[in-house]
């Protein structure tokens, strides 16, 4: 019984002690007169509190419109002049398209437990369609040919696999992966003889 009375006074201490100590000391109090600062700004100014975002979703956001800025738009050329003008694809895949378009299995892991690395990337691209289509009249643009460009890129690279806890170690494979991107875009048709 000695021992459930020494625990119960312990505790008590301890609760005593916390009550006394927490709400005088400077970290409790900061954060309270931070927050109410930041209640009283926000009904001021007409905002919503600080709210802490992490750098991931940032990084998100502006990849997302990198990626939409250059890579997911139809672009439509203007008319190619003369009766026999060449057409043919210009635009291969940059490696920076080709190495976003590959899966994201690096991504992800947690430093020193486990890390997957590319390294020593080659990338060989082959155009393995080159068409243009007969015109045809496309809703809000008009009377135009649709160019066919399409890739096949081969990506060879190591693949690293590191941990260093809880057993240290080190994995290496050469992996050969395969992308096709297409490079689609549409070409104006002007002139009276291709009216639709």
């Not at 398209?97 to 390294?119: I, K, Q, S, Y």
Request: aromatic letters at 12%.
């Amino acid at each position: 019984m000695t021992t459930w009375t020494r625990r119960i006074k312990r505790w008590a201490l301890v609760g005593a002690l916390l009550l006394a100590v927490v709400p005088s000391s400077g970290c409790y109090g900061t954060y309270f007169y931070l927050l109410k600062d930041a209640i009283i700004g926000g009904w001021f100014f007409g905002t919503t509190l600080p709210i802490p975002v992490t750098p991931f979703f940032s990084q998100q956001i502006e990849d997302t419109y990198w990626e939409e800025e250059r890579y997911k738009r139809v672009p439509i050329l203007d008319p190619v002049e003369g009766e026999n003008a060449p057409l043919f694809c210009l635009d291969p895949p940059q490696p920076d398209e080709v190495m976003r378009a590959l899966p994201d299995d690096v991504a992800g892991g947690v430093p020193f437990l486990a890390e997957t690395f590319r390294n020593n990337v080659r990338i060989v691209v082959e155009k393995i369609v080159d068409r243009v289509d007969e015109p045809r009249f496309f809703p809000q643009v008009g009377p135009a040919r649709l160019h066919h460009c399409h890739y096949k890129c081969t990506i060879y690279f190591e693949k690293t696999i590191r941990s260093s806890w809880p057993v240290p170690f080190t994995h290496v494979d050469q992996v050969q992966e395969v992308v096709y991107i297409d490079h689609d875009h549409l070409i104006r048709v002007a002139g009276p003889d291709h009216a639709l």
